[in-house]
């Protein structure tokens, strides 16, 4: 498997896995704006096809991840750890931390994450819909010797 930057015609691809992934996806659009804007990058993960990606967008030295999914097929094998790992690995000198909101109830993707260094800083009351859920905000500092 390997890791790379998403290609302009890869956003539908991107899209798919979206709506197999939750319950309210980005559209096709919305995934090509955020691809079109300068402080946004997506990567794939990549077998003889796409199965999972990540996006990432950024402001001076503070990254949020935007979305990450994998294809249902290819869960829990390991995917969504690389996707991650890899933006940690690939910011980790250029960012002061990564941030990112997540469901509560997405146990899969608060135990990726909180089992990479990512903690708890806070809560957002109802911050989703279909269903109404609060989002926990989760941060895993990088690299402290920025200056702020
Ligand atoms: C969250 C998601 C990206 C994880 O991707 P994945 O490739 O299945 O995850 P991995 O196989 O790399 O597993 C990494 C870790 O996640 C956790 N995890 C993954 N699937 C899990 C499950 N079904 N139950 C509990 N923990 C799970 C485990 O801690 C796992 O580590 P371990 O295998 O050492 O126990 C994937 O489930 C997904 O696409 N979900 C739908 C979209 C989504 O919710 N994205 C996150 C939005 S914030």
């Known amino acids: 498997m390997i890791i790379e ?62 979305n990450v999914a994998v294809h249902p097929d290819f869960r829990g094998q390991g995917i969504g750890r690389k996707l991650v790992t890899f933006l940690i690995e690939k910011y980790g000198e250029s960012l002061r931390f990564i941030t990112l909101e997540v469901r509560p109830s997405n146990i899969a ?17 109802s911050y989703y819909s279909n269903p109404v859920e609060n989002a926990i905000l989760l941060t895993k500092y990088l690299n402290s010797n920025l200056e702020i």
Do not use: M
């Not at 319950?23 to 096709?28: A, F, G, H, M, V």
């Not at 300068?38 to 967008?57: L, Q, R």
């Open 5 to 66: 930057e998403l290609k302009d015609n890869e956003i539908q691809c991107i899209a798919e896995i979206e709506k197999l992934s939750f319950s309210k996806p980005w559209s096709e659009e919305s995934i090509k704006s955020s691809f079109n804007s300068e402080s946004c990058k997506f990567y794939t993960a990549k077998t003889d096809k796409i199965v999972g990606y990540i996006g990432v967008s950024i402001a001076a030295d503070e990254g949020y991840i935007l």
């Open 109 to 125: 993707a608060v135990k990726l994450y909180t089992s990479l260094g990512f903690n708890k800083v806070g809560e957002r009351p």
